[in-house]
């Protein structure tokens, strides 16, 4: 889930602090892959897939209804096992937060980690407690019937016992709670009916907090960089560095402004290792107006690099005698603006399997196919007052993916 040097705008200046011992003497990282991020790692520790793992997501705030998705154990890949609090788990994140807990005596965890007689020794002891607050919040869900039961056994009987045993999760809540718990995972989590989604002509769950056009609060922070108060209101600002300094120097020469979206086929850090997405979409391209594309000689297919101010070489240093050149094939299009280029993310990777690793003195070797397009987020600006951080919003401490200008050079 997080590749920052991939992820955010001019990420390649995070690469620098992670091989930087004086600022990082120690990373760890828990992760299925060795990703952009965990590259830069000196121990990477195993960790469970979305279909091995709980998890209990939330729900965006444009829902009319409420909803609770649990996300529980699917199936068991065999990933290495290992003994916590003399219990036989899955090697995971959580498997790894209770051995270090167990080693170190930490309170709030052992026999008595929930409260008395309430063990915290794996992560069910704590998710399926999790479950029954789902469960038994506002009107409680009903009971499952003897064919629920069936069927919930009969769903996990692939599972490991390392990762599912009846009886052990039936301890971890109360006899009144696992009807409803075994109710509540057989359905993937809790979903409020669709006709409870309005009350006559108005919203059931309408936003009832304070909307102000005037936020005192703002207003009473000072700006670290300048000193100046923050304007508690609404109102445009120019693009600028941290300490408030326009950027029109660095946009002389680079007419293009640099967006970047998202393809419904390929939208995270880590699609790129879904190969059934993967052949819908093997690469991204430049996104351009024909307009921007004639004067500088672009057809369709031709490639180009993208360069900036903070970034005119139009590479990503990825390490001692490595780079990722910002390269890929052009796209001329009239769903962009004139004046503008994108590319989709989710391609240009240079780790999660797309190039050869060694472990244990043991070559692996990289799929190329993980490497294909282009991904230009280190041409996106530095702050140039900071220097090692993208162009930020000192209000919320974002980062800025939509304010660099950019050239685009023809490769021959």
Partial sequence: MSAAPYSLPAGHKNIDTLRDLGKLPLHFTSDITIGELSLYADYVFPDLSFLERWEFQGSHPNMPIKVQPIRQPATDFGNVHVRVFGEEMPCSFEALLL??????????????????????????????KMVANVALEGAPVPDANAEEMRIFRQARSHLHTAVFDEERWRRTVTAAEWPKVVYLLNRGGRFEDYANAMRGDKHAHAYDKLLSLYCEKVNGFKNAFTGENFRGFPCYL????ARGRPLTELEQGYPLQLLTHRNIAMTKSRTISNYWLLALTPENAILINPRDAAPLGLRNGDRAKVVSASNPAGVWDLGPNWQKPMI?????????????????LGHGHWAMGSSDMTIDGRRIPGDPR??????????????PYLQDTALLDPIGGSVSFYDTKVRLEKVI
């Fill in 99 to 128: 051995g270090l807990a167990e080693k170190l005596g930490l309170p709030g965890f052992g026999p008595n980690g929930l409260g008395a007689g309430q063990p915290l020794h794996r992560p069910e002891d704590l998710y399926l």
């Fill in 238 to 241: 120019p693009i600028a560095d």
């Fill in 370 to 383: 993980r490497a294909e397009g282009v991904h230009a987020n280190a041409a996106m600006l530095l702050d």
């Fill in 328 to 344: 890929g094939p052009v796209r001329l299009t009239e769903t962009i603006m004139p004046g503008c280029i994108s590319f989709s």
